[in-house]
């Protein structure tokens, strides 16, 4: 499954995992601090409380034994009070470290998230530019292997043999006419040879005569072997006539 994963996806969901952990990170810190806080205010009013203690202390004693008992009370509840301002402030000092820990641990974890997120988001250039180079490369191997050429020299043979088809066509169509022209002429002369040579014989005598108005050609007459001299008159002949 590894070979069909996506970087860009992964990275992604990371970076959606990550973000998502510094909400819970950030509620648990400000309950550390919220602890701090408290203590401080509980230091503040024991601190307070024991301040008071102490001047009613001071003035229980002076108003004499009649007061004792009272300064006495006033006293316990005094060191009391003194005894929980000290655990108060070894908490409160705890707390406050506890919080700076916190902080910086929440600070780094955050500082960590915005490093990875942005490693992340330049894993997902790289991703796409890997992707792109890719897809340019399957395509620059296409035109090398000859895939897209093998294609249209494929088509343009295909076009060049209905062409010549047709071409062939129209020219075996062309000269079949031509060829039956030719017949028609050649069988026309022949028929009128045949014609002129029936009236040669006609002519001479050969066969029976047909009615002049079928007749194709003059008459013919026919050449003696010997031919007579021209008969010259003599003057006298002329001038007697």
Do not use: C, W
Request: charged residues 35%; aromatic residues 2%; without cysteine.
């Amino acid at each position: 499954l590894r070979g069909v994963e996506d970087p860009e996806l992964i990275l992604r969901q990371h970076m959606d995992d990550l973000r998502s952990k510094l909400p819970e990170l950030n509620r648990q810190v400000a309950e550390i601090v919220k602890l701090e806080k408290m203590l401080q205010m509980q230091f503040d009013r024991l601190q307070a409380k024991v301040t008071d203690l102490e001047s009613k202390v001071i003035a229980a004693v002076r108003m004499g034994d009649q007061h004792k008992e009272a300064a006495k009370t006033l006293i316990a509840g005094l060191e009391t009070s003194k005894t929980e301002l000290t655990d108060t402030a070894a908490q409160l000092e705890q707390a406050k470290g506890n919080s700076a820990r916190a902080i910086q641990a929440r600070d780094s974890y955050e500082k960590r998230i915005k490093q990875q997120i942005n490693e992340a988001m330049r894993q997902i250039s790289r991703a796409k530019r890997a992707k792109m180079e890719e897809e340019m490369a399957s395509l620059m191997m296409s035109f090398e292997t000859g895939d897209e050429t093998d294609t249209m020299q494929r088509m343009t043979e295909k076009i060049d043999e209905r062409l010549a088809r047709a071409q062939a066509r129209t020219e075996v169509a062309g000269s079949t006419l031509e060829m039956q022209i030719q017949d028609v002429e050649a069988a026309a002369l022949e028929q009128s040879a045949e014609d002129k040579y029936v009236e040669y014989q006609r002519q001479l005598g050969l066969i029976p005569d047909e009615p002049a108005a079928e007749r194709t050609m003059l008459p013919v007459t026919e050449t003696s072997t010997q031919s007579e001299p021209p008969t010259v008159q003599t003057e006298t002949q002329t001038e007697e006539n």
